[in-house]
Every structure is written in C-alpha cells, then in structure tokens.
C-alpha cells in the first residue's frame, strides 16, 4: 500500500518560483530512483528530472539552471525547486519512485497523482 503525494502546486506569475514536494509512505523497505514527470494538455508526460539514491541528478535542457531536485531519505520526500518559471513550464508535475516494498522482492514504479502547476500573468 505505497503511495506518493505531491504537494506544493499552484498559480504563479512568469518569473515566479514554486517548491513541489513529494512523500513516499506505506510499506517501504527501499527507495531507489526519484524523478518528477510533467504533462502538459494534449501532450506526452515527459521527464523533468532524476534524482539517484546517491544523489546524481540529471535534468532535461528546457530546464536546467532553474529547477532543483533533492531528496531527504529520511523523510522518503523528492522536492522540485523551480525558478524564474515560465509559462510553458505549465503542467501537472507527477511524482515517481522505483520503491522496493520486501528485501527479496522486485523493483517497481510508483507514481502520484499530481499537482498542478500554472504559469501565467
């Protein structure tokens, strides 16, 4: 029964700056990759950013230098600093996690529902 919950979204002006995060809990033994995905109406859900579990982070172009990915292991919460936001950046920003529920069992994926993210003047 894991789950993930964003928070952290809402309307602001271009320029403007949000903090997302995201909580993991439930029955977790392992938290692996963390990455937050956006999706913008009528498009495809794309990667935003990654965060590993020894904390490499790697970003897509249209947002490097302006958005942040950290993660606290002993909250199981990724966060999403953004800056100077755009109003292309607008989009429901997804949580996702490689979560490892048993010592012996498998890998899987998780996401959360989403928090919205609005840009405009």
């Known amino acids: 029964q894991v789950q993930l919950v964003e928070s952290g979204g809402g309307l602001v002006q271009p320029g403007g700056s949000l903090r997302l995060s995201c909580a993991a809990s439930g029955s977790i033994f392992s938290i692996g990759n963390m990455n937050w995905y956006r999706q913008a109406p009528g498009k495809e859900r794309d990667l935003v950013a990654t965060?590993?579990?020894?904390?490499?982070?790697n970003y897509v172009d249209s947002v490097k230098g302006r958005f942040t990915i950290s993660r606290d292991g002993d909250k199981n919460t990724v966060y999403l600093q953004t800056k100077t936001l755009k109003v292309e950046d607008t989009a429901v920003y997804y949580c996702?996690?490689?979560?490892?529920?048993?010592?012996?069992?498998?890998?899987?994926?998780?996401w959360g529902q989403g928090t919205q993210v609005t840009v405009s003047s």
């Open positions: 965060i590993t579990t020894g904390n490499f982070t």
């Open positions: 996702n996690a490689k979560i490892k529920v048993l010592m012996d069992g498998p890998w899987y994926n998780y």
